[in-house]
T-cell receptor
Framework: GENVEQHPSTLSVQEGDSAVIKCTYS??????FPWYKQELGKGPQLIID?????GEKKDQRIAVTLNKTAKHFSLHITETQPEDSAVYFC??????????????FGKGTTLSVSS | ETGVTQTPRHLVMGMTNKKSLKCEQH?????MYWYKQSAKKPLELMFV???????ENNSVPSRFSPECPNSSHLFLHLHTLQPEDSALYLC???????????FGSGTRLTVV
């Protein structure tokens, strides 16, 4: 079945450094790729997303790149801050059984930013 | 609050109990989802509802039974669960299934 691989599973950086998380997906029909941040005791929150007709998208310190040919997409966080510490999930859209779409998720990356 | 409210936040139940999880969204979305989140595993898609119709049942055991009475409410009825069903159950909603999901805070379920 369709799946999303996410690496690394844990990432530790110093405050001010950059962090990069990478994902690969298997379904060539996937056309929507969101990233979520999950803090302790909360549900995942959407932080940035990208569609297959775009190669890169940036929102302040966060950027996402997509290589549809290689089925890779990555999250880049610059000038990391302690409050960026959380679990980050990538996801890719798949077709649901009868209509509409659903998301399948990677296993998550635990990012720790030390000051 | 994200606009998606889940109750209860925590639930402990015995294997012979029957309980229900509730999800309510105030965003005007037309698609709702149940996901299971276990330690060291990806979020697992359980059920998808589009316009109140179930369009996906991702090989979920029958001891989990969803109900979607309208586009704002989603339930997950639980019956004779197993200890391995202990997990965080997350509800999400979206518009047309093709945009970013809004998740609730989840229900932490423990089966004893």
């Amino acid at each position: 079945g369709e799946n999303v691989e996410q690496h690394p599973s844990t990432l530790s950086v110093q405050e001010g450094d950059s962090a990069v998380i990478k994902c690969t997906y298997s379904d060539s029909a996937s056309n929507y790729f969101p990233w979520y941040k999950q803090e302790l005791g909360k549900g995942p929150q959407l932080i940035i997303d990208i569609r297959s007709n775009v190669g890169e998208k940036k929102d302040q310190r966060i950027a996402v790149t997509l290589n549809k040919t290689a089925k890779h997409f990555s999250l880049h966080i610059t000038e990391t801050q302690p409050e960026d510490s959380a679990v980050y999930f990538c996801a890719a859209s798949i077709l649901a059984h009868q209509a509409g779409t659903a998301l399948i998720f990677g296993k998550g990356t635990t990012l720790s930013v030390s000051s | 609050e994200t606009g998606v409210t889940q109750t209860p936040r925590h639930l402990v139940m015995g294997m012979t109990n029957k309980k229900s999880l509730k999800c309510e969204q105030h965003l005007g979305h037309n698609a709702m989802y149940w996901y299971k989140q276990s330690a060291k595993k990806p979020l697992e898609l359980m059920f998808v509802y589009n316009f109140k119709e179930q369009t996906e049942n991702n090989s979920v055991p029958s001891r989990f039974s969803p109900e979607c009475p309208n586009s704002s409410h989603l339930f997950l009825h639980l019956h004779t669960l197993q200890p391995e069903d202990s997990a965080l159950y997350l509800c999400a909603s979206s518009q047309d299934g093709d945009y970013g999901y809004t998740f609730g805070s989840g229900t932490r379920l423990t089966v004893v």
